[in-house]
T-cell receptor, first 115, second 117 residues
Framework: AQTVTQSQPEMSVQEAETVTLSCTYD???????LFWYKQPPSRQMILVIR??????QNATENRFSVNFQKAAKSFSLKISDSQLGDAAMYFC????????????FGDGTTLTVKP | DVKVTQSSRYLVKRTGEKVFLECVQD?????MFWYRQDPGLGLRLIYF???????EKGDIPEGYSVSREKKERFSLILESASTNQTSMYLC????????????????FGPGTRLTVL
């Protein structure tokens, strides 16, 4: 079975600074996708960024980028120029196999942004 | 925009009551999911359904059942609610069904915070 580990239950960052959230996973599958989701307080969970395992290039979405290290099974999220609206719980998720959309989630990291 | 809605944001029930949580998506998605979210445990999959009247157990199905009579609606049923089922319940959907790995975005509902007294 696949597992996803987020070792940082809580993180904080100063507004306009950069922060990196860690995620490691364990799998024996060769084809899979990795995701970061954001869950703001009392709001719906939304997709931040996704990475296809077969792609060597790290995914980037505006201020959000990932550092994908396939051999190390590591998938960290970097948030640049942090904004107050980035404060949320962030979940790392793994999707593999043929049950489309079925994902395994990490325990989450709560990010606080200090003004 | 895809919209996934859940019938209640907050729900308080008594031990032993039968509880229905409903989820509706408006984009003709094939696959729907029920997750449970608890502090320090992330999201755990309870059940999912890749087609009408089809269902598969997730990681923690005990104490729950589901129903999918129409494509857009997926219900989670607690036959006899217990205090250890107090939690946040999230519904999600994705366009594609099963049979292959999908890169599609999974859309989530706002969640139902259920308290069982």
């Amino acid at each position: 079975a696949q597992t996803v580990t987020q070792s940082q239950p809580e993180m904080s960052v100063q507004e306009a600074e950069t922060v990196t959230l860690s995620c490691t996973y364990d799998t024996s599958e060769s084809d899979y996708y990795l995701f970061w989701y954001k869950q703001p307080p009392s709001r719906q969970m939304i997709l931040v960024i996704r990475q296809e395992a077969y792609k060597q290039q790290n995914a980037t979405e505006n201020r959000f980028s990932v550092n994908f290290q396939k051999a190390a099974k590591s998938f960290s999220l970097k948030i640049s120029d942090s904004q107050l609206g980035d404060a949320a719980m962030y979940f790392c998720a793994y999707r593999g196999g043929t049950n489309a959309g079925k994902s395994t989630f990490g325990d989450g990291t709560t990010l606080t942004v200090k003004p | 925009d895809v919209k996934v809605t859940q019938s209640s944001r907050y729900l308080v029930k008594r031990t032993g009551e039968k509880v229905f949580l409903e989820c509706v998506q408006d984009m003709d998605h094939e696959n729907m999911f029920w997750y449970r979210q608890d502090p320090g445990l992330g999201l755990r999959l309870i059940y999912f359904s890749y087609d009408v009247k089809m269902k598969e157990k997730g990681d923690i199905p005990e104490g729950y059942s589901v129903s999918r009579e129409k494509k857009e609606r997926f219900s989670l049923i607690l036959e006899s609610a217990s205090t250890n089922q107090t939690s946040m319940y999230l519904c999600a959907s994705i366009r594609e069904g099963r049979g292959y790995l999908s890169t599609d975005t999974q859309y989530f509902g706002p969640g139902t915070r259920l308290t069982v007294l």
